[in-house]
């Protein structure tokens, strides 16, 4: 397996000093930032757009910027996100008309892509669309809020997807996203993870640096 990624959800950071605080976290041994996108129609609340990802690169932030698309339609606003300099634009299926034209519209504008799936969202959305794929994002709250619970029948649909990708063939990652922590990290690798959205786990405490390192010693116990 790859090298497991930790992505903060800046959902959680202190958005009156963002930049400063996406620094931080970075500094603290963040690999990637995520970055939460909600319309107040595909989920229940409303956060950011395209001109704070721009803002964040104005800022210097150079790390992968990790686009979790939570809005309806999905299209409109693909291309906007890849010119404010996101690396990854992943979007929930159910909320494109045209899955296959919302993957290839994501990497005609030079972005990774990938399709993120709620708890009860079913897996045949993957048939066909594997080949487009560079990430597989598993929900394990429903989406809209932060600070939620892990939902652990996740864990057998990790199992489940992990197995899809080695079978496969593809360089595909598979994400997590939703109550993810240090005391539950390790479960979650196992069950097949390698890249891990936590926001209210990292930002929630005073010293950021303690907090991704234990994360990643959790993660290093899972690999002997
Ligand atoms: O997509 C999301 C919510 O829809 C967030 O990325 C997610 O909830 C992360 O927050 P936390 O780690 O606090 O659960
Ligand atoms: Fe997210």
Redesign the pocket.
Known sequence: MRPFLIAP?I??ADFARLGEDVDAVLKAGADVV?F?V?DNHY?PNLTIGPMVCQALRDYGVTADIDV?L?VKPVDRIIPDFAKAGATIITFHPEASEHVDRSLQLIKESGCKAGLVFNPGTPLHYLDHVMDKLDVILL?S?N??????SFIPSTLDKLRQVRKLINDSGFDIRLEV????KVDNIAEIAAAGADMF?????IFSQPDYKTVIDEMRSELASTES
């Open positions: 959800s959902l959680s995520h939460d909600m989920v979790h939570m929900m709250v989406p809209g809020f932060g600070g939620q996203d939703g109550g993810v959205v936590a926001g209210s786990a």
